[in-house]
């Protein structure tokens, strides 16, 4: 019944390395989003895909890029992770529109040394 | 700005008690509210939505548009409820929408 996969559950990289985040969502949705999840901050966004090869900048961009060439995957890229993006990441997709929630992979627990 | 407010960071009742967590935002449009829910060691998952007006394993949450709440209640509240509770406000852009979370809530029952 898994819709949203994130491919590792937990990740730990070395300072300067560069990181490949992958999520697949099978439900055919337009739009996929990544965020970071922190305690005391919530969920804050890096980026977000509306369609393939198509993408906008979130709340917290920086040191992240992102790439969707097909549809069903998102990926996010940390260019030369540091000790600051230690985190869970959290993929989601939906359809488009306001009145459609979010459907979340499990996440991704970053350690960064 | 757009900002969703959630001003406790852990609310702890008995069971049996009632329970409210309480959401703010500030949102010049017309608002489209969730709750999401996330339970230890699960996926974050989606509890309500105001448009649906439905009621989730007990849990309801009315818009106020005059005090800009959204506040989840549940009249009896059970062991099982202990989770992490975000509030969300859906923005509309020109392709897509894009959710903006709170900092989330930590509720606890207990026995």
């Known amino acids: 019944d898994v819709k949203v996969t994130q491919s590792s559950r937990y990740l730990v990289k070395r300072t300067g390395e560069k990181v490949f985040l992958e999520c697949v969502q099978d439900?055919?949705?337009?739009?996929m989003f990544w965020y970071r999840q922190d305690p005391g901050l919530g969920l804050r966004l890096i980026y977000f895909?509306?369609?393939?090869?198509?993408?906008e900048k979130g709340d917290i961009p920086e040191g992240y890029s992102v790439s969707r060439e097909k549809k069903e995957r998102f990926s996010l890229i940390l260019e030369s992770a540091s000790t600051n993006q230690t985190s869970m990441y959290l993929c989601?997709?939906?359809?488009f529109g306001a009145g459609y929630g979010y459907t979340f992979g499990s996440g991704t627990r970053l350690t960064v040394v | 700005a757009q900002r969703v407010t959630q001003p406790e960071k852990l609310l702890s009742v008995f069971k049996g008690a009632p329970v409210e967590l309480k959401c703010n935002y500030s949102?010049?449009?017309?608002?489209?509210l969730f709750w999401y829910v996330q339970y230890s060691r699960q996926r974050l998952q989606l509890l309500l939505r105001?448009?649906s007006r439905e009621s989730i394993k007990g849990f309801t949450a009315d818009l106020n548009k005059g005090e800009t709440s959204f506040h989840l209640k549940k009249p009896f509240a059970q062991e099982e409820d202990s989770a992490m509770y975000y509030c969300a406000l859906s923005l509309i852009m020109e392709y897509g929408n894009k959710l903006v979370f709170g900092a989330g809530t930590i509720l606890r029952v207990k026995s």
């Open positions: 949102y010049s449009g017309s608002p489209e």
């Open positions: 989601a997709s939906s359809l």
């Open positions: 895909s509306y369609d393939v090869k198509m993408k």
């Open positions: 105001h448009i």
């Open positions: 439900m055919d949705h337009e739009n």
